[in-house]
């Protein structure tokens, strides 16, 4: 660490820093950079989890988003994909009986079928999330230095 480019303010005047002040900073392992890293990637899973996933229910609706917040959100869905797949067993998948409370407040009634794959289709993005923010938190892991953390690009795989 180069101690003429570390400088405190002291009185009003900026000086500076001792030798023995600059060992006594806190030093910053790879490890440490590393945890923050993966924090990060974390923040962003959330956030794309929090975000809801628009699906596409076709004519009259269009694309809504359906909520998938918390994990209250997430056992709903759950919920509902047992409840519909047990109406598809019992041969009434085309039955329009389901509905879908979507995140701007609108019902929307559909077949058994329709609504167990519009779960499904939640499913699969969340699940995409998560396996993207794996495969970023092992390539963290598998840095061996600093210059190979940088390079790593957390921003990219994850879906739309």
């Known amino acids: 660490m180069n101690l003429s480019?570390?400088?405190?303010?002291?009185?009003?005047?900026?000086?500076?820093?001792?030798?023995?002040?600059?060992?006594?900073?806190?030093?910053?392992t790879l490890e440490?950079?590393?945890?923050?890293?993966?924090?990060e990637v974390n923040q962003l899973r959330d956030t794309k989890l929090e975000a809801g996933f628009a699906h596409d229910f076709g004519e009259p609706h269009g694309v809504k988003v359906m909520d998938t917040r918390n994990v209250n959100d997430r056992v709903n869905?759950?919920?509902?994909?047992?409840?519909?797949?047990?109406?598809?067993?019992?041969?009434?998948?085309d039955v329009v009986g389901a509905k879908i409370r979507t995140a701007d407040n609108i019902n929307i009634s559909l077949s058994y079928k329709a609504a167990a794959a519009a779960i499904s289709a939640v499913g699969d993005y969340a699940n995409a999330i998560l396996n993207n923010s794996w495969t970023?938190?092992?390539?963290?892991?598998?840095?061996?230095?600093?210059?190979?953390?940088?390079?790593?690009?957390?921003?990219t795989g994850w879906p739309g």
């Open 77 to 93: 869905w759950i919920g509902g994909m047992l409840i519909y797949q047990g109406h598809i067993a019992a041969g009434n998948g």
């Open 5 to 28: 480019d570390i400088y405190t303010i002291r009185n009003g005047k900026r000086v500076r820093l001792t030798t023995v002040e600059v060992d006594a900073l806190p030093q910053i």
């Open 136 to 155: 970023l938190k092992d390539a963290i892991s598998a840095a061996p230095d600093e210059a190979a953390l940088a390079a790593i690009d957390i921003t």
């Open 32 to 39: 440490d950079l590393k945890a923050n890293l993966k924090a």
